[in-house]
């Protein structure tokens, strides 16, 4: 069985700041590993992810996150935020061998991006 | 190219009514899934069809019925809509149904039952 814990429901930051939000995850399997952004009012969209091979992974926007196995975590990172990243993000972990319908969702982090 | 389409985008419906939420993709995918989100609780998976002609409950899948009409389409039904449903829908496709896939949402469908 997989989850997924997102600390923090709500993280600030100024333009320019680092983005730092965080994902830790459980899986019984070898994790496949998402990063989703959705925008206001509109679906969800894949920002990144992690199945095999390299652990750091490099995403549209200038996101990257990278997967560290003895902390079974994929945080989110960004070295600089603009006022475009304000969205919601849901990190999303399936297990390898696993069918697409067992990809469980974090509970989101809204980023609020202040000038 | 519209990739997932959902209608309508807004809906409000009285306890007890019916409706049906459409869902059409234009990728050619094989699998298709209907999810709820709901403040707090992320996204869960009411159903899901792996293939055409296939569909399976997800996580969550009581007061819903799913058609897979052929394969663009796929639909959620609401019999006898519940105050507990109200929530944002949102149906998404993908090329297969493996595990590390990325999935295509529409942008959604807001239901409030009153």
């Known amino acids: 069985a997989q989850s997924v814990t997102q600390l923090g429901s709500h993280v600030s930051v100024s333009e320019g700041a680092l983005v730092l939000l965080r994902c830790n995850y459980s899986?019984?399997?070898?994790?496949?590993l998402f990063w989703y952004v959705q925008y206001p009012n509109q679906g969800l969209q894949l920002l990144l992810k992690?199945?095999?091979?390299?652990?750091l992974v490099k995403g549209i926007n200038g996101f990257e996150a990278e997967f560290k196995k003895s902390e079974t975590s994929f945080h989110l990172t960004k070295p600089s935020a603009h006022m475009s990243d304000a969205a919601e993000y849901f990190c999303a972990v399936s297990g390898a061998n696993t069918g697409f319908q067992k990809l469980v969702f974090g509970t989101g982090t809204r980023l609020l991006v202040s000038p | 190219n519209a990739g997932v389409t959902q209608t309508p985008k807004f809906q409000v419906l009285k306890t007890g009514q019916s409706m049906t939420l459409q869902c059409a993709q234009d990728?050619?995918?094989?699998?298709m899934y209907w999810y709820r989100q709901d403040p707090g609780m992320g996204l869960r998976l009411i159903y899901y069809?792996?293939?055409?002609?296939?569909?399976d409950k997800g996580e969550v899948p009581n007061g819903y019925n799913v058609s897979r009409l052929n394969k663009r389409e796929f639909s959620l039904r609401l019999e006898s809509a519940a105050p507990s449903q109200t929530s944002v829908y949102f149906c998404a496709s993908s090329e297969a149904r493996q595990g590390n896939t990325e999935a295509f949402f529409g942008q959604g469908t807001r239901l409030t039952v009153v």
């Open positions: 992690y199945t095999t091979g390299a652990t």
């Open positions: 899986s019984s399997a070898p994790p496949y």
């Open positions: 069809s792996a293939s055409e002609g296939t569909t």
């Open positions: 990728m050619n995918h094989n699998s």
